[in-house]
Structure formats: structure tokens, C-alpha cells
């Protein structure tokens, strides 16, 4: 009698309830991180876009494992500098363009802002450009799909009033990047070949190969990223006190872009490279792939692209809105509705129309889009970085949470190293 009390669906919830108000340390720090998470798992993935997919793409089919070394140096470099951005919003409760505005001058903060709307604009319409090309994939007349889903896109961000709902959509988007790892697997690579290429350099002057070098930079560590983090932290009230648990969030979301980077890389570098088969955009990836790998490797990659993409084409437009009102103090927030704030959503909307709209022209280099917004990323980062190094050692602003010489070494040899990719590749333009 006692066993049907407890197994009857009245017990099991009585069971469940008392479990719930138990009180556990462990229970207690996993809902508190549940309750935090989102920001920096969105932030990594949303990297892993249309033009991300086709930089790893061309890295692996072009030079094989040869790259992975530079993959792992970046996303080290991308913990160390989303956390970095994460503290801030957490500390100050302000976004990064806000900080620039107050504490450089309007002056620089037009600069900055001038070329990163421009680089967002090039990043959203190859954002648009990955969902047209992965409705291809699937036999589908993007010219209809692409406005549908820049619609949808629109309707979900200035319609749906919670900050939270939106973004449990925008994890179970970033969920589908799973793809890439099965896709890899079946792949069949050398994984001690791979493995060891992760620790081992291999260094080359050639112009391609430090192009690409940057376009892996500029598209891993970009400077919306560091925009968006920080706004999302502020926009939903994460402060000092939860912060320890949004650095989490910060690392599992840096981790998970390295690992989605890798395997795109190591499918790519196990089918394509050794056949002599180099591609230049995700969409080639994905053709090429069938032959080699199957057509169900094909169909995964084709996955991943749209739901990449899609990510992508969320976050670009809501960063590009998020900077442009902090810059000039006008109202933002997903939270809000258009009403109460007209430019943030305005601003959205225009770059949401701009990125499809220019998708559906006829006859356009998508791919030297994509290419040229991971490169103005690449050159534009070191700037970026900084402001940002400056911000978050200012005692005035941050206070004991200042960062260590570590941290700031780090971001340093990262500076320097970008600018210096920079130099050669100007350079070898001349040769």
C-alpha cells in the first residue's frame, strides 16, 4: 500500500516538490547557473555563422589540419576576452559602447561605431546569404524563404515581450550546431594527425594563408561579440554577485564554438583536402561533401549552415541596434516594445530589411562578402580590444575587479599579434 502511494502520480509529484524545496548546495548553484545561462553560449555560437562556416570550410579544404594550431590560440584568446566583456556588463551594468561614449568622447565613439555598423552590415547580408544558399541545398526557392524568414525574424524579437522566451529560442537554435560534430565523425578523420596539428604550428608567408589566418581571427574573435555580451548581460540584469556563474556560461559558450570550429576544419581537411578539392564557401562545402562522405553528411552540413545562419541573422541586427542606441542614449532592449523604444527597434528592422533585400539581388559575390566582413573584423578587433583593455583597468569603473597581468598579457599578444597579420598581409599585397 505504501510502494502505490509513492509510485501513484499524487506521490510522485509530492516526492518531486519536497526534493525541489530541499534545501542543496549543488541544486541550488545549478539553478542559479540555469537561471544565468544564455548570453555567452549565444554569443560563441552565433560566431559559428554563415561566414564562419565558410572560413573553417575553406581552412580544412585548403591547407587540412594545418590551421587547427591557429583555432586553438583563438579561442584561448576568445575565453580570456569574452569574460573580459562579460565582467564589465556585470560590474558597471552599462554596454561597451556606453563605456567608449563616457569615457573617450563622442569623437571615438563615432569612429568606432562607423566601422563596426559597416562590418555588421557586410556580416548580416552573409548571414542572409547562409540561409539562401542552405535553402539550395534543400531544393528550396530561397527568393520566398529568405523574406519569410526575415520576417519571422523580425516578428520574434519585437513582438514576443520577453527577453527570456526569445532567448530559449535563440539556445534551441544554437542546439542544432550539433550537426558539425556528427558530420565530422563520419567524416573518418586521421585523428592523430588532427590531434597533433592542435599543438604543433605550421607557419607560412603565403599571401592565402595569412588572409585566411585573419578571416579565422576576425570571424572566432569578433567585434560584435564583444558588443553583443555585454549588452545581453546588462539587458537581463546580471550583476556582481551572479557573475561567477555567467563566467561559466562565457567558457561552455567559447568551448562549444572551438569544438563546432574543429570539426568543420577536420571534416573538410578528411574529405576535401586529400581529394584536391578546395571550396570556398559553406554551400561547396556541403555539395562536395556528398560524394565523399554521403548524402546524409551533406544534409547534416546543410543543417548546421541554415541554423547557423539564422542565429546569426538574430544577432547581427540586435548588436548593430544595441550599439547604435547606447552610443547616442536612446532607449533599447529586447524587453521593451516599440513604442517605448522607436530607434532600437527601428535600427533592427533596417538592418533585418537591408541583409535580405540585398540578398535577393541578382549576381552578387556572396562569397567575397563573407570574406571581407571576417577580414574588417579581423582588422578592426585590435582597436576594439583596446578600448577594451583600457575600460576594464580602470580602477574607477571596475574596482578590485580589475584584470590580472595575465588577462592582460593575453589580450595584449593577441593585439599584437592581429596587427602584425595585418602588416604582412598589406605587405605580400605589394610583392
Known amino acids: ?29 545549478t539553478l542559479l547557473f540555469l537561471s544565468v545561462m544564455g548570453p555567452g553560449i549565444i554569443t560563441a555560437i552565433a560566431d559559428n555563422d554563415a561566414g564562419g ?43 561597451l559602447a556606453d563605456l567608449v561614449r563616457e569615457h573617450f568622447g563622442l569623437g571615438w ?10 562590418a555588421n552590415l557586410f556580416v548580416t547580408i552573409s548571414e542572409f546569404a547562409g540561409i539562401a544558399a542552405s535553402c539550395e541545398l534543400f531544393g528550396l526557392n530561397y527568393h520566398i524563404f529568405v523574406p519569410l524568414m526575415a520576417f519571422f525574424i523580425w516578428f520574434l524579437v519585437v513582438k514576443v515581450p520577453s527577453y527570456k522566451m526569445v532567448e530559449r529560442i535563440f539556445l534551441f537554435i544554437c542546439g542544432v550546431s550539433v550537426t558539425y560534430i556528427i558530420a565530422g565523425i563520419m567524416a573518418k578523420p586521421d585523428w592523430n594527425m588532427a590531434l597533433s596539428q592542435l599543438v604543433a604550428p605550421q607557419l607560412s608567408f603565403d599571401h592565402r594563408y595569412i588572409l585566411t589566418a585573419i578571416a579565422i581571427i576576425g570571424t572566432t574573435i569578433t567585434p560584435w561579440m564583444q558588443f553583443y555580451l555585454q549588452a545581453s548581460i546588462v539587458d537581463k540584469g546580471v550583476n556582481v554577485r551572479s557573475y561567477s556563474y555567467v563566467r561559466w556560461d562565457v567558457v561552455l559558450g567559447a568551448l562549444m564554438t572551438g569544438v563546432v570550429a574543429f570539426f568543420i576544419i577536420v571534416t573538410c581537411a578528411a574529405t576535401l583536402f586529400t581529394k584536391g578539392i578546395p571550396v570556398n564557401t559553406a554551400a561547396e562545402a556541403a555539395r562536395a561533401l556528398e560524394p565523399l562522405a554521403g548524402e546524409f553528411s551533406h544534409y547534416l552540413f546543410a543543417v548546421g549552415l541554415f541554423s547557423s545562419s539564422v542565429i546569426g541573422a538574430f544577432i547581427l541586427p540586435l548588436t548593430t541596434a544595441y550599439v547604435y542606441c547606447e552610443a547616442f542614449g536612446f532607449e533599447r532592449g529586447i524587453s521593451r516594445d516599440f513604442e517605448s523604444a522607436p530607434v ?18 541578382p549576381k552578387l559575390p556572396f562569397f567575397w562578402i563573407m570574406l571581407l566582413a571576417q577580414d574588417v573584423n579581423g582588422i578592426l578587433m585590435p582597436i576594439i580590444l583596446i578600448f577594451m583593455l583600457i575600460l576594464v583597468n580602470n580602477k574607477k569603473i571596475m574596482g578590485k575587479y580589475v584584470n590580472g597581468p595575465v588577462y592582460n598579457l593575453i589580450v595584449t599578444l593577441t593585439i599584437i599579434a592581429i596587427i602584425a597579420l595585418t602588416i604582412a598581409l598589406i605587405a605580400l599585397s605589394f610583392v
Open 344 to 361: 532600437f527597434f527601428s535600427v533592427y528592422t533596417l538592418m533585418l530589411v537591408i541583409g535580405a533585400g540585398i540578398v535577393l539581388l
Open 53 to 95: 562556416i565558410a572560413t573553417y570550410s575553406m581552412a580544412g579544404s585548403h591547407f587540412g589540419y594545418g590551421m587547427l594550431w591557429l583555432l586553438f590560440l583563438v579561442i584561448f584568446s576568445m575565453v580570456v576576452i569574452q569574460e573580459m566583456s562579460a565582467r564589465m556588463g556585470a560590474v558597471t551594468g552599462k554596454g
Open 109 to 118: 565613439t563615432i569612429l568606432v561605431i562607423a566601422v563596426l555598423l559597416l
Open 1 to 29: 500500500m505504501m510502494w502505490s502511494n509513492i509510485l501513484s502520480p499524487r506521490g510522485l509529484r509530492k516526492n518531486a516538490m519536497s526534493w525541489l524545496k530541499r534545501p542543496s548546495h549543488l541544486r541550488k548553484r
